[in-house]
């Protein structure tokens, strides 16, 4: 969840942009998850759509999102070679999974029993 705090002396698209490597950074925005587009968060988070806009620009120069045109913008893999290619893999896994319709308990009880093989 995202917020802006309008008495902080920090910028709304620094708070922005703070809250989204954090949660890059702790996994809760996975490599691959769909980011809002910039008018929605600018409306749920009542802000300027340039603000937003800025927000993005910045998290793509520094590598934590990809935009990918009309597509939308995307959490881009962090760490090591081997780390982002595992994250790309968890991500098509997870979509698979919610395809499939399968339960996050079996899917992880799966990918367990599979590491520990």
Not at 23 to 28: I, L, N, P, Y
Not at 32 to 49: E, F, I, M
Not at 61 to 68: A, N, Q
Request: charged share 25%; net charge neutral.
């Amino acid at each position: 969840m995202l917020t802006i705090d309008p008495k902080s002396a920090t910028p709304p698209f620094e708070q922005l942009r703070l809250q989204f490597m954090d949660q890059v950074r702790s996994g809760e925005l996975a490599a691959g998850a769909k980011l809002p587009t910039v008018r929605r968060l600018a409306d749920d988070l009542g802000l300027a759509p340039n603000t937003v806009a800025r927000c993005y620009r910045e998290l793509e120069r520094d590598g934590f999102i990809e935009t990918r045109g009309r597509n939308g913008s995307f959490v881009s893999a962090q760490g090591d070679a081997a780390e982002q290619q595992a994250q790309v893999a968890a991500r098509a896994y997870a979509d698979r999974v919610a395809q499939l319709g399968v339960s996050h308990d079996d899917a992880l009880a799966w990918v367990t029993a599979a590491l520990k093989a």
